[in-house]
């Protein structure tokens, strides 16, 4: 479900990027979309990980999660820090309340 979202949310910035003309909002794009592509990628290994038995695997997987965390906000500080507003400010927070939920089931390392 992250993953899916994630993904959407990085099509949707290729197709902002493709029509963009400003520069500083180019580059404000730009970064988001290394941010949601790094997310991808590590909500796709964090799953990965997930599926494997041991408790290193989990503990890799818990610490992917927590490094997609928070990707909407760091997409809008972008924006932000650049004196322009996010065209995705009200798009794909659910993304972080999506990520919150699978490192709460997650088992903890600990507890395998």
Do not use: N, W
């Not at 997310?39 to 964090?46: G, H, K, N, P, Y």
């Amino acid at each position: 479900m992250a993953r899916s979202a994630a993904g959407a949310t990085g099509a949707r910035i290729a197709r902002l990027q493709l029509a963009e003309t400003a520069p500083a909002r180019r580059d404000c794009l730009d970064k988001c979309a290394a941010e949601y592509d790094a997310t991808v990628r590590r909500l796709s290994d964090a799953e990965s990980y997930a599926y494997v038995s041991g408790s290193e695997h989990l503990q890799k997987a818990q610490t992917l999660l927590a490094e997609a965390l928070g990707a909407p906000l760091r997409c809008d500080r972008a924006f932000a820090a650049a004196g322009q507003r996010s065209p995705l400010s009200s798009t794909d927070h659910e993304l972080d309340e999506a990520i919150g939920l699978a490192l709460t089931i997650l088992p903890g390392a600990a507890d395998y």
